[in-house]
């Protein structure tokens, strides 16, 4: 059974930056659309952004237009989220998904 697994969350300064990865153990390819998600406490869960299996982006949320970046091997169940510049704002849980199957999240904390 595929399961999604995110890494690279923490605690970084306003202005900071992090890399999130997002792999999939169980599966060793993917042609399925990858994306990331982020649920901030009290806030319903929102989409940041959208990635084909081919690399196209499909979507990226305006709040993070110019600081994020989403990436993935190509046909490959393996993702990234480069986040730069990051603000308090950009606290939440974020959550990588391989089509159907999302992973249990990293927390991403901005201090100011």
């Known amino acids: 059974q595929a399961q999604v697994i995110e890494s690279g969350g923490g605690l970084v300064q306003a202005g900071g930056s992090l890399r999130l990865s997002c792999t999939v153990s169980?599966?060793?390819?993917?042609?399925?659309?990858m994306g990331w998600s982020r649920q901030a406490p009290g806030k319903e869960r929102e989409s940041v952004a959208t990635?084909?299996?081919?690399?196209?982006?499909?979507y990226l949320a305006d709040s993070v237009k110019g600081r994020f970046t989403i990436s993935r091997l190509t046909a490959k169940p393996t993702a990234y989220l480069q986040m730069d510049s990051l603000k308090p704002e950009d606290t939440a849980v974020y959550y990588c998904?391989?089509?159907?199957?999302w992973g249990q999240g990293t927390q991403v904390t901005v201090s100011s």
């Open positions: 998904n391989d089509g159907p199957t």
């Open positions: 169980g599966r060793s390819v993917s042609t399925y659309n």
């Open positions: 990635i084909t299996w081919n690399g196209r982006i499909t």
